[in-house]
């Protein structure tokens, strides 16, 4: 059977070691499933590799986006879909003076005969002046800008108003996706400590707390480990039961190296007192399901989220979690789902480690709401639809000149 014209995904990649290669990654197996008649290319930055993977951008050089846009036209998309973070696109020239995503802006305007969608992956609530200014001009040149969260969407038209402009028609509310097909019974819980090695340190119990992820200066993991000691003598004295510590993951950026070594020596020296674990990997793939499903619960202390790969690995495993509040869709979804705990101080953090801990059925209602949230709103199955309608929408605009209104929130 002849293929159609390809679906083009333009996107950091694996092997690249970034939270957005891995949602593409990821994404990527899905709308393929979604399209099967159609062939889903990737046009990455360099290191990126794999059958149907172009490893071109290289944004060291000014004018990157013209060996991308050319590409593009060699391919002759039936859409091209873009994963935009500021630091995937961003130019540096010799004064280290950034370009503020110009050259991602010029990119649009070179590909404009075909149909664009763009999804991303940082859109704050307070913008700066140049977010505002960009993604005022990205909606303005996409044909369909995917934002993760309604908050984001009414929170922008705020932002825009009090300015006198006028609010975008094309942005679409479309989560992160989640798999729905990563679900371990206690059987499968263990034979997954045997598979990544834990069952070898006798001290960890079956009772165990998550930390998992990249490790950056922003994910705050010594909140935890600073408490950790008290909340196990509190959840001890509570219930008799032994819990331990399970933090996993990797740096992945040289600026965060300091906070990753200090992060390090304070499990160290939990480890030694046989209360916790460091096990490093790479997140992405099934490791990183399987790290997270040997764990009743997850905490996810981060200070600077506006969406997270993280709590989407979460939600597939439908594992109760604690996190951080407030911070935009992180929040949002936490609410949306019913499927986690806030928390907005150290004290406050603590609490909820003890009362998860301590009360199964919570955990196990927790657990429920998320399986429930993952089914009829969050699934990559769910999510790679609305991808599709996004798609038309961008097709219909592009060829047809069929305007864009999707309704406001509020």
Not at 66 to 87: F, R
Request: proline share 4%; glycine share 6%.
């Amino acid at each position: 059977m002849t293929k159609g014209k390809p679906i083009v995904l333009i996107s950091s990649y694996y092997p690249r070691l970034c939270g957005i290669a891995t949602f593409c990654e990821e994404a990527r197996e899905f709308i393929q499933k979604q399209f099967p008649e159609r062939e889903v290319l990737v046009i990455s930055h360099k290191g990126g590799s794999g059958e149907g993977v172009y490893p071109i951008i290289d944004t060291y050089h000014r004018f990157w986006w013209k060996p991308v846009a050319k590409k593009i036209k060699k391919l002759s998309p039936y859409v091209v879909h873009i994963e935009h973070e500021y630091g995937l696109y961003e130019h540096v020239d010799n004064r280290g003076i950034g370009d503020r995503n110009q050259g991602f802006i010029e990119f649009l305007g070179s590909i404009n005969e075909f149909p664009i969608v763009v999804e991303p992956h940082t859109v704050h609530g307070r913008l700066k002046e140049f977010e505002e200014n960009f993604i005022y001009q990205l909606c303005e040149d996409a044909d369909v800008v995917l934002f993760k969260s309604d908050y984001l969407k009414w929170r922008l038209n705020w932002t825009f108003t009090q300015r006198g402009w006028k609010m975008p028609k094309n942005i679409m509310i479309v989560p992160h996706g989640a798999r729905a097909d990563r679900n371990y019974n206690e059987k499968g819980i263990q034979k997954l400590r045997e598979d990544l090695g834990l069952n070898r340190f006798e001290y960890l119990s079956d009772n165990i707390v998550g930390l998992v992820g990249w490790i950056q200066s922003n994910k705050r993991w010594d909140i935890l480990t600073s408490m950790w000691e008290e909340i196990l003598e509190e959840i001890k004295k509570r219930t008799g039961e032994n819990w331990d510590l399970l933090a996993a993951g990797t740096v992945r950026d040289t600026a965060h190296v300091e906070d990753y070594n200090n992060y390090k020596k304070s499990l160290e020296i939990l480890e030694k007192k046989g209360i916790a674990h460091y096990y490093e990997f790479i997140p992405r793939g099934d490791a990183y399901y399987k790290v997270m499903a040997v764990c009743k619960f997850i905490v996810l202390p981060t200070v600077d989220e506006t969406q997270s790969g993280t709590l989407a690995r979460i939600i597939a495993l439908n594992k109760p979690y604690i996190t951080t509040a407030p911070l935009e869709a992180l929040t949002a979804q936490t609410l949306e789902s019913e499927g986690g705990l806030l928390f907005t101080n150290k004290q406050m953090l603590k609490e909820k480690v003890i009362r998860l801990a301590c009360d199964e059925d919570l955990r196990k209602q927790l657990s429920e709401n998320l399986k429930k949230y993952l089914k009829e709103v969050v699934s990559w199955e769910i999510v790679t639809k609305k991808y599709r309608s996004a798609y038309k929408f961008a097709r219909l605009k592009k060829i047809a000149g069929k305007e864009i209104n999707f309704p406001p929130d509020f």
